[in-house]
């Protein structure tokens, strides 16, 4: 079994930032790709940022330049730094990991929610 658990997230002014982190425990041999996805109210789920375990990235061009994902294989986690945020990344904000594990898979966290008010 895997789980993902995230942490930060919450309200913040336009023009601000914030920190999402995730981290992956259980029976985990190995993380291929790790990334953020977003969902807003009546809108389907979207790839916000991923990156291998070699570190390399991408990421949604609504987002290039402000939102900056890393990640520490040695502890299984993935964090997204959010700078210049606009009301539009209002959203629940999921983490996700490929894992090779004993049941291995994607996995998802439960989510965490951003508010950026205007």
Sequence with gaps: QV?????GGG?????????????ASGSIFSIYAMGWYRQAPGKQRDLVAVITSGGSTNYADA??????????????TVSLQMNSLKPEDTAV??????????????YWGQGAQVTVSS
């Design 3 to 7: 789980l993902l658990v995230e942490s």
């Design 93 to 106: 904000y999921y983490c996700n990991a490929d894992v090779r594990a004993i049941v291995p898979g994607r």
């Design 63 to 76: 987002v290039k330049g402000r939102f900056t994902i890393s990640r520490d294989n040695a502890k299984n």
């Design 11 to 23: 309200l913040v002014q336009t023009g601000g930032s914030l920190r999402l982190s995730c981290a």
